[in-house]
């Protein structure tokens, strides 16, 4: 493996935001998470084996110069690996709407402050930097959309009902939403925007 060198796109406090390329896509263990059972059960993935190959064309073909999806690595900086991905796709620049989703794919690294610090700072940059108005997202696992809730001031919007086929049943996808003006309610309350994490 050679040595990877990670850009940093926005900085966090126990982790950056990274930019992802070929040579991440080819040389780290992005690929892999997608073939852990565990790591997979609560989202839609884990249908079919993943391969470094196959990770460097999903790079070359849906996230490169991509203009209706942004995804980028969660690096985690006092142990400089990457730790997951975390993404805004559909990109709607008349409606000035997106859907975020990711996740932690490094067992080890998978803890409630590295997932939401990760995802405020994603957050922020689309409503503060590419002028989003809304932001929404589903989960399977009613815990996740909870946490989306509470902790990042989402809204519940609804329940698509047996929606998705993971598991062996048909699963209910937990609707969640937050808008400029409730982000400007939530993350404004303090200036520093990450001090929880400290």
Known sequence: ?????????????????????????????????????????????????????????????????????????????????????????????????????????EKKYQNIQNFLEANRLLICHAFEQLNMNRIYGGAIKNEIAELYLRSLGFTREGLLVEDVYKNGMYNDVHLIAISQKRYNEFFKKNDDKTNEFS
């Open 1 to 105: 493996m050679m040595e990877i060198q990670y850009d940093i796109f926005i900085k966090g406090n126990l982790i950056d935001l990274v930019c992802l390329n070929e040579s991440i896509a080819l040389n780290s263990n992005w690929y892999n998470w997608f073939n852990d059972e565990e790591n997979m059960y609560n989202m839609q993935k884990h249908y079919f084996p993943s391969t470094r190959e196959s990770q460097v064309n999903f790079f070359r073909t849906v996230i490169n110069n991509s203009a209706t999806m942004l995804q980028v690595g969660i690096f985690h900086k006092k142990d400089q690996i990457l730790i997951g991905v975390i993404s805004l796709s559909k990109i709607d620049y008349l409606n000035r709407k997106c859907e975020i989703s990711g996740f932690i794919g």
